[in-house]
């Protein structure tokens, strides 16, 4: 039997017809569940591996918290700022860094995560012992950060007027009710006397003088004018004598203060928290310290 021209087209089109069902069946009930399975595995093994780096990262941040907790002020709020205000007075004193007065700001809260309080400092004092008081600072293994530093020099005394701009963290679920007493190891040397080049360096580029205020300045005398004793300070530095009757302020280039009181040979002052007795002929620098219970009564 011969096949006609069109008996022949009519087959090819039902063979294209039968693979094209094939195909679709194919697609449709085969190929398409099987891509969708494995577009799902994808998805969930994405997901399973974004799942698993969250737990790292929180496992990791676990234990940043603990660490940050045990450099972390008290949780306590007065305590925090009592015992940091007390620690950073005491740094500045240990370098011999005179008037100096720290205050504390209000708290404020961080990314809902921790609070950052913020304490201002106010002194005078030489680079030398700025240095220093920076060394100690830096050393202590706390969380705190200088914001801010400013020094504005006196002249050619050698002093600066200091104001820095202190920041502390507390973390909640501190426990702690004491400062973190830990050494930092950021520093490139642990002797300050490494650092003493910051001080001889002069980069604020003035004739500054070697001499120590503290030293240069001294008790000259004690007169009295109606019927009150009034001490003279002489600044061997600048020549200025100032004179200043009890409970009277007085500022000199070394320190400012109040007078405490005035007997015939000594007067106290009182400055950045501490009295300091000092006879006649000597210099603050040779002042004793007088115990703040044992204040003496004016005259």
């Not at 501190?174 to 002797?191: D, E, F, M, P």
């Not at 200025?240 to 000199?252: D, S, W, Y």
Request: aromatic fraction near 6%; charged fraction near 20%.
């Amino acid at each position: 039997m011969k096949l006609t021209r069109q008996q022949i087209l009519l087959g090819f089109l039902a063979v294209m017809g039968i693979f094209q069902a094939g195909n679709y069946v194919l697609n449709s009930m085969i190929q398409g569940p099987l891509d969708k399975l494995r577009n799902e595995q994808a998805s969930l093994e994405k997901d399973i591996a974004k799942r698993e780096k969250l737990l790292a990262d929180g496992r990791v941040a676990g234990k940043k918290i603990e660490l940050w907790q045990k450099k972390s002020l008290p949780a306590d709020l007065e305590t925090a700022r009592s015992l940091y205000r007390n620690w950073s007075l005491n740094v500045i004193r240990q370098a011999k860094i005179q008037n100096a007065t720290v205050d504390s700001g209000s708290p404020s809260t961080r990314y809902g995560l921790y609070r950052a309080m913020p304490f201002d400092v106010k002194a005078r004092g030489t680079l030398a012992q700025l240095t220093t008081a920076l060394f100690q600072f830096t050393s202590s293994d706390q969380l705190h950060e200088i914001k801010s530093l400013r020094l504005t020099p006196i002249a050619a005394t050698g002093q600066f007027d200091i104001t820095l701009r202190i920041e502390a963290l507390m973390i909640p679920g501190t426990k702690r009710k004491t400062l973190n007493t830990g050494k930092a190891n950021v520093l490139a040397s642990s002797s300050v006397s490494d650092y003493s080049i910051i001080a001889k360096d002069n980069f604020f580029g003035i004739g500054i003088s070697q001499l120590d205020p503290m030293k240069m300045t001294t008790l000259s005398a004690i007169t009295v004018r109606n019927d009150e004793p009034v001490a003279w300070f002489t600044e061997q530095i600048t020549g200025r004598v100032i004179k200043a009757g009890p409970n009277a302020t007085f500022e000199a280039v070394a320190l400012s203060g109040r007078i405490v009181q005035i007997d015939d040979d000594s007067a106290t002052i009182e400055t950045s928290g501490q009295q300091l007795r000092i006879a006649i002929g000597k210099s603050f620098a040779e002042g004793v310290v007088v115990p703040l219970k044992q204040t003496p009564v004016t005259k």
